[in-house]
């Protein structure tokens, strides 16, 4: 029997994902065709499945695709090359890249221009790393612990960037070491790790005390989830990581327990949880307020907007009354929202 569970904030939705699930939305509202999107939108298998139910199709590679279709790549970020054969084959191809990821691919970019050798801390054949690795592939080198950067014989011109859904207990003894090893360590001035995957990880830490599980609501996939687990494990306490009230089966939960979700678990499936549970008390536990917001994707916005204009120009009426809920509104609604209406 749960006594007390604790709801913790912030937990799902970061802002990245919030935005490619409402441009993968869009997409469908716009366009009559299957949508073809480039990896898992976001690494969530209700989410998946639900754009499946709506005329998408998930592919790993541009092969995969028919010419002339209409293409969404997914907020993990894209390799430029991969991104070129899309735009090759495809009529329109969208890029939900979260703009925390860009940041990473820029200095990347930056720092392989000054021939500076890049160690990625990464995770292997995650899709972030991959579209990372791919910005420059002659320069790069991914590094998963200690041992990797040991074994590197890169010279002494070297940067270190990461993936940013790392723990920081996953990154920070890889920098502590990188910086002995390379006196002159280029980094960018700002962190990598992105403020979800952080203040999800800061909030657990808080509430860690008080309880003796933990849940983390979030798909197999989900980098950041795995994080979460990971570091509650590393302190010593039980934690679960599950995708639906299915997954509690064989989990005993008792006295004291805390629940969070990864930055692309949706909300409702927490709630339902939290229901099946039925603990004797709920308390909320809310660390910060998030209030990050990432437009939708330039290309997009302008599509959305020609296509707007055109009505508008084509029927008077249809400019009148305004829709609450629009292009310019964007950030009045919600992924949640988005999801509600296919
Ligand atoms: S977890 Fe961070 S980097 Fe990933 S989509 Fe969300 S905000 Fe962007």
Known sequence: MVNKLYLVTPR???????????????????????IYCYHEIVHNKWIVKEFENNNVIFVEDPSEIPAGSIVMLSAHGTAPDVEKQFNNISSLTINSVCP????????????????????????????????????APENMHLVENIEDVEKLKIGEDVALLAQ???AKSEWEPIMEYSKNKYNKLKMPRKSDLCYATTNRQDAILEILPK???????????????KALVNMVQNKGIKAYRVDNVEDLDGISLNGNIAITAGASAPDHIVYEIIDKINPINLEYFELK????????????????????????NFNESISKPEAKLGISN?????????????
Request: a negative charge; aromatic letters at 8%.
């Open 12 to 34: 799902g939705f970061c802002a990245g994902v919030e935005m490619a699930i409402k441009a993968l939305h869009w997409l469908i509202k716009i366009y009559d065709e299957t």
């Open 100 to 135: 925390l990821v860009t940041k990473v691919h820029h200095e990347a970019k930056n720092f392989s221009k000054e021939n500076t050798q890049i160690i990625y801390v990464g995770h292997k054949n995650h899709d972030e790393a991959k579209g990372a690795l791919g910005v």
């Open 164 to 166: 940013t859904t790392l």
């Open 211 to 225: 309880v003796e599980s933990v849940l983390v609501v979030g798909s197999e996939n989900s980098s950041n989830t």
């Open 289 to 312: 307020e998030e209030v990050e917001y990432f437009p939708l994707p330039q290309q997009l916005r302008r599509n959305i907007k020609l296509i707007s204009n055109f009505l508008k």
């Open 330 to 342: 964007d950030k009045d609604w919600t992924a949640t929202e988005a999801l509600n209406s296919l």
